[in-house]
């Protein structure tokens, strides 16, 4: 399997700050990359998918970028709402996810 | 719009067989990839088993242990995981994932505790 490996495992952090978690994969996964938020008790919610592309009804504030090996989801300007797990995802063999990465509150 | 609710024990003891099942609304088996993924508890997302156009294949770390089926005719695929122990304690989620687009469409997700 494609190894993901996130950073930081939790950050800290407040309302308007720019964040950026990266993603790293052990090979080229050829863009085929996602990235999920998920909320205690809920079921993971999924933001960008092909490296950039938002899926319908995401907030412009978050983008994704990258290429290769290494990606990045930055979110401009944090929201209340936006305290969450967020998980990358390869999708170009068979399917891993990263450790993920635990936005709290400073 | 695809909805996905899965159903199944919440209490399985160990040794036993797991078993949930995942009930379709508004879409088709017949296309996109249909998935199984389990979260332990306060732990990562991990891949159980992917269905796709007849092919079914699934995590290596669990592929001896695991099928998934497809019935079609009742719009609904199923989960089965054999000779369970305390590690196979977890919420298991469906999902959908449309070619390209990533899973987009989660179940709301089953808890399964295995214990005797």
């Known amino acids: 399997d494609i190894q993901m490996t996130q950073s930081p495992s939790t950050l800290s952090a407040s309302i308007g700050d720019r964040v950026t978690i990266t993603c790293r994969a052990s090979?080229?996964?050829?863009?085929?990359l996602a990235w999920y938020q998920q909320k205690p008790g809920k079921a993971p919610k999924l933001l960008i998918y092909?490296?950039?592309t938002l899926e319908r009804g995401v907030p412009s504030r978050f983008s994704g970028s990258g290429s290769g090996t290494e990606f990045t989801l930055t979110i401009t300007s944090l929201q209340p709402d936006d305290f969450a797990t967020y998980y990358c995802?390869?999708?170009?063999?068979?399917?891993?996810f990263g450790q993920g990465t635990k936005v709290e509150i400073k | 719009q695809v909805q996905l609710q899965e159903s199944g024990p919440g209490l399985v003891k160990p040794s036993e067989t797991l078993s949930l099942t995942c009930s379709v609304s508004?879409?088709?088996?017949?296309?996109?990839?249909w998935v199984w993924i389990r979260q332990p508890p306060g732990k990562g997302l991990e891949r159980v088993a992917i269905?796709?156009?007849?092919?079914?294949t699934y995590n290596p770390s669990l592929k001896s242990r695991v099928t998934m089926s497809v019935d079609t005719s009742e719009n609904q695929f199923s989960l089965k995981l054999t000779s369970v122990t305390a590690a196979d304690t977890a919420v298991y989620y469906c999902?959908?994932?449309?070619?390209?687009?990533?899973?987009?469409?989660w179940g709301q997700g089953t808890t399964v505790t295995v214990s005797s």
């Open positions: 999902a959908r994932h449309v070619y390209g687009r990533a899973m987009a469409v």
């Open positions: 269905y796709d156009s007849g092919r079914t």
């Open positions: 092909k490296v950039s």
């Open positions: 090979q080229s996964i050829n863009n085929w």
């Open positions: 508004g879409g088709s088996l017949s296309s996109d990839y």
């Open positions: 995802q390869q999708y170009d063999n068979y399917w891993t």
